[in-house]
């Protein structure tokens, strides 16, 4: 039976609220489950990451973007001004260099881009005179640059513009100093043009980046839900591990995302404004939301009396279209019949009412309807403060500039490793382009730093969307530039170009590359005399396809760093999170210091961090890895399985009998020691403590106990095979 026609969401008191509150759509309640799930997005790491994804689109952003490109583009038209053309290009890259979120988060990614490539545009188009003797200092440059991801990812992508604006300012060197001025001049105009449209005349919603970041949280949170419902009915070990490893790393990806942009957030509004306060407050029910979910995913996987299983069944079908509603509700700041809602939320429970009072499963129940009434009234429960959530403090600027720098001067750096790399690979391609004059040369040096990346499975990835998106979008700039002969045809047809380039940027790398394509070659190209459309899409595919080439061959031959061997390292963090985590979770359970949050946080990311690993790794020309992965495929889905049960006992264990205090503490100390050890090299695991005497407790310890054998077996069976092969 769909969920909206359960007869307890029919009934007059709830006057059928789930049907009305949600997509007004039935039918896509009934298929949620299957939504996004039948491929269980994330589960098959051995699948390239390349997706679209329908949420991240965002007309509007587009629209924007396509305003402050079009203006200009048309200006140039009515001036006579072609220079302007200048402009256009820099107030493009700077709508491109926008990170979103708070203000004070987008400000000076804007800015330092703007005045940081007219400052590269003029210096390296005077540089360019000097021949062959420019192209060192280009490459220090684009080391700089491309070294500039150590400050995160709005860093990042002003590096990569950056460096495009570098490799541009190459082609020609300026005639005289009057004209480089007036072109830097043209690049900041352009560039705060572009600013001032984005942040004072149309400012899209402040707060809208903060309730999208945790809707998303909510929304990862129904898949999750619709998903273990399906597995109750029909799932093996390998259903249950597939689900674990895509749905949970969906929900701590989402979690952990929205945090960095609540807290920001915060910081720039102060803990006493209410819509960041309720963005937190939210954000907090939801990671409590999710740690109930787990639990009962784990109580599920070996509950076996069908009266159980068919009250949880229930209880997830009721709760998915909720968390769906509740996440549609927050994107739109308004919740739809909060009153009626909130009925039906008190009601969710119902299903296991006719459980035992002991059942786990109906405490479970009960957390998921207390967070759930906090996200829907965003009221605070008992001791709970968000001015103290949040850390409003900043650290000084001088220390967030040389703590990351300190950080990564070091020869394992991955990211110093990158930055050499891309400079030294730069240097024969910038003289390629030095050495065959014309007006398509630099894509190959644009190409090549803009794919190559510090994994061989990233750069492997960006080359495939990066080299289809381009031959596709230059064949399709030389279409349009058939029918092109004026400024004005060229600013109507760049505008439905921008807004769908700027739409897509988030949501598919490929079909931003595709729509990017003939925008940037409209700008740059269609100008010159005597060159057809269709020999600058040929020109481009070509340069384009010889750059992917040489990123992957600059990967595969300078400081390969492969992929297992820093699997090991991120599994070696993972099994010392998750001893921490169940050490903070038996320590909560004595009626100690609770730091549980904490460390379930941690745990949960050091788990998703070992699979991006994995992911890479799997992706990697090493074929002679193949065990050593499946053997840390298998400790993931054990510190899974064992996060689970750490979720279940603090949720859902009954009390500790009197006289466990010893038994806990022992097992407190041994399971945080054996999962060190095992992460230090060891590979065997001492004998487990006697068990509680209470039994809930005592079958959930020795079920750790056994996820922790099969880890040591697992890497003892490594090292065995490590010493044959050897």
């Given at each position: 039976?769909?969920?909206?026609?359960?007869?307890?969401?029919?009934?007059?008191?709830?006057?059928?609220?789930?049907?009305?509150?949600?997509?007004?759509?039935?039918?896509?309640?009934?298929?949620?489950?299957?939504?996004?799930?039948?491929?269980?997005?994330?589960?098959?790491?051995?699948?390239?990451?390349?997706?679209?994804?329908?949420?991240?689109?965002?007309?509007?952003?587009?629209?924007?973007?396509?305003?402050?490109?079009?203006?200009?583009?048309?200006?140039?038209?009515?001036?006579?001004?072609?220079?302007?053309?200048?402009?256009?290009?820099?107030?493009?890259?700077?709508?491109?260099?926008?990170?979103?979120?708070?203000?004070?988060?987008?400000?000076?990614?804007?800015?330092?881009?703007?005045?940081?490539?007219?400052?590269?545009?003029?210096?390296?188009?005077?540089?360019?005179?000097?021949?062959?003797?420019?192209?060192?200092?280009a490459c220090l440059a684009v080391f700089v640059f491309s070294f500039a991801r150590i400050y995160g990812q709005a860093a990042q992508q002003v590096?990569?513009?950056?460096?495009?604006?570098?490799?541009?300012?190459?082609?020609?060197?300026?005639?005289?100093?009057?004209?480089?001025?007036?072109?830097?001049?043209?690049?900041?105009?352009?560039?705060?043009?572009?600013?001032?449209?984005?942040?004072?005349?149309?400012?899209?919603?402040?707060?809208?980046?903060?309730?999208?970041?945790?809707?998303?949280?909510?929304?990862?949170?129904?898949?999750?839900?619709?998903?273990?419902?399906?597995?109750?009915?029909?799932?093996?070990?390998?259903?249950?591990?597939?689900?674990?490893?895509?749905?949970?790393?969906?929900?701590?990806?989402?979690?952990?995302?929205?945090?960095?942009?609540?807290?920001?957030?915060?910081?720039?509004?102060?803990?006493?404004?209410?819509?960041?306060?309720?963005?937190?407050?939210?954000?907090?029910?939801?990671?409590?939301?999710?740690?109930?979910?787990?639990?009962?995913?784990?109580?599920?996987?070996?509950?076996?009396?069908?009266?159980?299983?068919?009250?949880?069944?229930?209880?997830?079908?009721?709760?998915?279209?909720?968390?769906?509603?509740?996440?549609?509700?927050?994107?739109?700041?308004?919740?739809?019949?909060?009153?009626?809602?909130?009925?039906?939320?008190?009601?969710?429970?119902?299903?296991?009412?006719?459980l035992a009072p002991d059942d786990p499963i109906r405490r479970i129940a009960a957390a998921i309807v207390d967070r759930l009434t906090i996200a829907?009234?965003?009221?605070?429960?008992?001791?709970?403060?968000?001015?103290?959530?949040?850390?409003?403090?900043?650290?000084?600027?001088?220390?967030?500039?040389?703590?990351?720098?300190?950080?990564?001067?070091?020869?394992?750096?991955?990211?110093?490793?990158?930055?050499?790399?891309?400079?030294?690979?730069?240097?024969?391609?910038?003289?390629?382009?030095?050495?065959?004059?014309?007006?398509?040369?630099?894509?190959?040096?644009?190409?090549?730093?803009?794919?190559?990346?510090?994994?061989?499975?990233?750069?492997?990835?960006?080359?495939?969307?990066?080299?289809?998106?381009?031959?596709?979008?230059?064949?399709?700039?030389?279409?349009?530039?058939?029918?092109?002969?004026?400024?004005?045809?060229?600013?109507?047809?760049?505008?439905?170009?921008?807004?769908?380039?700027?739409?897509?940027?988030?949501?598919?790398?490929?079909?931003?590359?595709?729509?990017?394509?003939?925008?940037?070659?409209?700008?740059?190209?269609?100008?010159?005399?005597?060159?057809?459309?269709?020999?600058?899409?040929?020109?481009?595919?070509?340069?384009?396809?010889?750059?992917?080439?040489?990123?992957?061959?600059?990967?595969?031959?300078?400081?390969?760093?492969?992929?297992?061997?820093?699997?090991?390292?991120?599994?070696?963090?993972?099994?010392?999170?998750?001893?921490?985590?169940?050490?903070a979770t038996l320590t909560a359970l004595l009626g100690h210091d609770d730091t549980v949050e904490a460390a379930r946080r941690q745990a949960g990311?050091?788990?998703?961090?070992?699979?991006?690993?994995?992911?890479?790794?799997?992706?990697?020309?090493?074929?002679?890895?193949?065990?050593?992965?499946?053997?840390?495929?298998?400790?993931?889905?054990?510190?899974?399985?064992?996060?689970?049960?750490?979720?279940?006992?603090?949720?859902?264990?009954?009390?500790?009998?009197?006289?466990?205090?010893?038994?806990?503490?022992?097992?407190?100390?041994?399971?945080?020691?054996?999962?060190?050890?095992?992460?230090?090299?060891?590979?065997?695991?001492?004998?487990?403590?006697?068990?509680?005497?209470?039994?809930?407790?005592?079958?959930?310890?020795?079920?750790?106990?056994?996820?922790?054998?099969?880890?040591?077996?697992?890497?003892?069976?490594?090292?065995?095979?490590?010493?044959?092969?050897?």
């Amino acid at each position: 039976m769909p969920p909206w026609r359960h007869p307890a969401l029919r009934s007059p008191r709830h006057g059928g609220l789930i049907r009305r509150l949600t997509l007004r759509r039935p039918r896509f309640l009934a298929n949620l489950g299957r939504f996004r799930l039948s491929a269980l997005p994330g589960a098959d790491l051995s699948r390239l990451p390349i997706a679209l994804d329908l949420r991240a689109i965002s007309i509007a952003e587009g629209v924007r973007a396509a305003l402050a490109v079009a203006v200009i583009v048309a200006l140039s038209g009515l001036l006579a001004a072609p220079a302007l053309m200048q402009a256009a290009l820099a107030a493009l890259f700077t709508c491109m260099c926008d990170p979103g979120g708070p203000v004070n988060r987008r400000v000076p990614a804007l800015l330092s881009f703007t005045f940081l490539g007219a400052a590269t545009l003029s210096g390296f188009g005077f540089l360019r005179g000097l021949g062959y003797a420019a192209i060192p200092f280009a490459c220090l440059a684009v080391f700089v640059f491309s070294f500039a991801r150590i400050y995160g990812q709005a860093a990042q992508q002003v590096g990569a513009l950056a460096t495009v604006v570098l490799v541009l300012a190459l082609d020609r060197p300026w005639p005289d100093a009057a004209t480089a001025f007036a072109s830097a001049l043209l690049f900041i105009a352009g560039g705060l043009w572009a600013v001032f449209l984005t942040l004072v005349i149309w400012r899209l919603h402040p707060y809208r980046p903060t309730r999208r970041a945790v809707a998303e949280i909510y929304r990862a949170l129904a898949l999750l839900a619709a998903d273990l419902r399906r597995l109750v009915a029909a799932g093996d070990a390998a259903a249950w591990d597939a689900h674990a490893r895509a749905h949970r790393r969906l929900v701590r990806d989402a979690i952990e995302q929205a945090r960095g942009i609540v807290l920001a957030t915060l910081r720039q509004r102060g803990a006493q404004s209410p819509r960041a306060a309720q963005s937190l407050i939210r954000l907090e029910a939801a990671e409590q939301i999710f740690a109930a979910l787990i639990a009962l995913d784990d109580i599920l996987q070996s509950a076996r009396e069908p009266a159980r299983r068919q009250a949880a069944a229930k209880l997830l079908r009721r709760a998915a279209p909720l968390l769906a509603t509740l996440a549609r509700g927050i994107v739109r700041d308004r919740i739809t019949a909060p009153t009626r809602m909130a009925q039906v939320i008190a009601a969710l429970p119902a299903p296991v009412a006719g459980l035992a009072p002991d059942d786990p499963i109906r405490r479970i129940a009960a957390a998921i309807v207390d967070r759930l009434t906090i996200a829907l009234t965003v009221t605070l429960p008992a001791g709970l403060n968000p001015g103290a959530m949040a850390d409003g403090s900043t650290p000084p600027l001088l220390v967030r500039i040389r703590a990351p720098l300190v950080a990564n001067f070091a020869t394992d750096s991955a990211a110093l490793r990158h930055a050499l790399r891309t400079a030294l690979v730069a240097a024969p391609a910038l003289a390629i382009t030095f050495s065959h004059g014309g007006s398509y040369q630099h894509w190959l040096t644009i190409t090549l730093v803009l794919t190559m990346q510090p994994y061989f499975a990233v750069t492997l990835q960006r080359a495939l969307e990066r080299i289809a998106g381009t031959v596709i979008g230059g064949f399709l700039a030389s279409l349009l530039a058939l029918g092109l002969h004026s400024p004005w045809q060229l600013a109507a047809a760049l505008f439905p170009l921008t807004i769908a380039a700027m739409a897509v940027r988030v949501a598919s790398f490929g079909l931003y590359i595709m729509l990017l394509t003939p925008l940037i070659v409209l700008l740059l190209e269609i100008g010159h005399a005597g060159v057809s459309g269709l020999e600058i899409a040929v020109m481009r595919a070509l340069y384009t396809l010889l750059g992917g080439l040489l990123a992957l061959a600059g990967v595969l031959v300078l400081w390969p760093s492969w992929e297992p061997e820093r699997v090991r390292g991120e599994l070696a963090a993972a099994l010392r999170a998750h001893a921490r985590y169940a050490e903070a979770t038996l320590t909560a359970l004595l009626g100690h210091d609770d730091t549980v949050e904490a460390a379930r946080r941690q745990a949960g990311i050091t788990s998703n961090n070992l699979e991006a690993s994995l992911t890479r790794a799997l992706h990697e020309p090493r074929r002679g890895q193949r065990e050593r992965l499946e053997t840390a495929l298998l400790l993931d889905a054990a510190l899974r399985r064992l996060a689970g049960r750490l979720a279940a006992i603090r949720l859902a264990a009954a009390p500790r009998a009197p006289g466990d205090e010893a038994a806990l503490s022992a097992w407190r100390v041994w399971i945080g020691t054996t999962l060190d050890a095992l992460a230090t090299g060891a590979q065997s695991a001492a004998p487990a403590p006697d068990a509680p005497s209470e039994p809930a407790l005592a079958e959930a310890l020795g079920r750790i106990a056994r996820q922790i054998d099969l880890i040591a077996g697992a890497l003892q069976r490594e090292a065995k095979n490590d010493e044959i092969s050897r």
